[in-house]
C-alpha cells in the first residue's frame, strides 16, 4: 500500500544491519520506552499539528510540535498493552528503514506495506490496515465520470515520488506518466492547477486529501476495473529489526486485540481530526 523503496535505499539499509550485527534484542522486561519512526506528513495516517489534543503525542526533538492520526493511535494502543512509554521521531520516509536498523528507532509505524524487497531486512508484523488504491481528478476536469482505468487513456497521471502509486500509473493503458512530486500538497496543487488529470492515493489519504480541497473528486472503482495489486500493496504492517522477535510477537499480540471494527472506527475519526485541521 504505502510507498516502494527505491534499491539503492534497500542497499542502505542491509549496509546498516551488517554494521549492527552485535546488536542486542529489544528487552520487554528492561526497557521503559520505545520509540517509533513516522513521517508526520501522510495524513490521515499521521501529520504534525501545533494543537495538543487527547489523541496527539508530542515529537521528540521538536518543542511545541505534536503528531497526530491513524497510526499514533495504533502506537498508544501498542504502548499501553506493552506498559511501555511512547516516543515518537518524524524522520523523512526515506530514512526510516535506515534509522531503523541502525537503532535510532525500535520500530517503523507510517502506513508502510510489508514489501517482500522491505522483508529482506526488516521484519513486520501482522498488518494493521487495510485500504484500496483510488484515483483523484479535479471536479471539472475530463475525468470527473470516470469508472475504470480504461477511461484514463491518455490522461496525464501523476504520483508520489519512490511509492507504490508511482509504478501503478503504468497499468493504465496510454497513459502520460508524469514526473513524480515529493508531497500530495504538490500532487492535490497539480490536479487543482490542471498540471495533471489525476494522481494516484490509498483511500483513507484521498478522502483527506478531498476534505481539504473541494475542488478533487475520489475515483473508485469496481472490481476488475481498477488497479490490480498484491495483497501487500493493501495492507499496512509495524516494521521491527529482524533480531527483536519477543518485541514482534508483543506487537502482533497488541495488534490482535484491536478489532476490524474498532480499526475503521480509529481511521474514521482521524479523518474528522485531519479535515477539522485542515
Not at 549496509?15 to 522486561?29: I, N, T
Not at 493511535?73 to 518524524?90: C, H, Q, S, Y
Not at 508502510?112 to 531486512?121: F, I, L, W
Request: charged share 15%.
Amino acid at each position: 500500500m504505502r510507498k516502494v523503496l527505491f534499491f539503492v535505499v534497500m542497499l542502505l539499509g542491509a549496509v546498516a544491519l551488517a554494521s549492527c550485527s552485535s546488536y542486542e534484542q529489544f528487552d520487554l522486561e528492561t526497557e521503559t520506552e520505545f520509540v517509533v519512526g513516522l513521517e508526520a506528513a501522510y495524513a490521515p495516517f499521521n501529520w504534525s499539528t501545533s494543537v495538543q489534543n487527547d489523541y496527539t503525542v508530542p515529537l521528540a526533538g521538536q518543542p511545541g510540535v505534536y503528531v497526530d492520526g491513524y497510526d499514533v493511535v495504533v502506537a498508544r494502543l501498542i504502548a499501553d498493552e506493552l506498559g511501555l512509554n511512547l516516543v515518537i521521531k518524524a524522520i523523512d520516509w526515506d530514512g526510516l528503514i535506515p534509522a531503523l536498523l541502525s537503532g535510532e528507532i525500535d520500530m517503523i509505524i507510517a502506513g508502510m506495506s510489508p514489501t517482500a524487497e522491505r522483508a529482506q531486512t526488516v521484519a513486520f508484523s501482522e498488518e494493521y490496515f487495510r485500504s484500496e488504491q483510488v484515483m483523484v481528478v479535479s471536479t471539472s476536469g475530463a475525468y470527473v465520470n470516470a469508472t475504470s482505468l480504461s477511461n484514463f487513456n491518455g490522461a496525464r497521471v501523476v504520483a508520489q515520488l519512490g511509492t507504490l502509486q508511482d509504478d501503478l500509473i503504468d497499468q493504465i493503458i496510454g497513459v502520460n506518466h508524469l514526473q513524480p512530486l515529493d508531497t500530495y500538497a504538490m500532487l492535490a496543487t497539480a490536479v487543482s492547477q490542471n498540471a495533471a488529470d489525476a494522481f494516484i492515493a490509498e483511500l483513507p489519504v484521498a478522502q483527506g486529501m478531498v476534505a481539504a480541497n473541494s475542488n478533487l473528486k475520489i475515483i473508485r472503482f469496481a472490481d476488475g476495473q481498477g488497479f490490480t495489486v498484491s495483497d501487500e500493496d493493501v495492507v499496512v504492517s509495524v516494521a521491527l529489526r529482524q533480531e527483536d522477535v519477543n518485541l514482534l510477537s508483543a506487537v502482533n499480540d497488541a495488534l490482535a486485540n484491536i478489532s476490524t471494527e474498532q480499526r475503521n472506527q480509529i481511521m474514521a475519526a482521524a479523518l474528522i481530526r485531519q479535515e477539522n485541521a485542515s
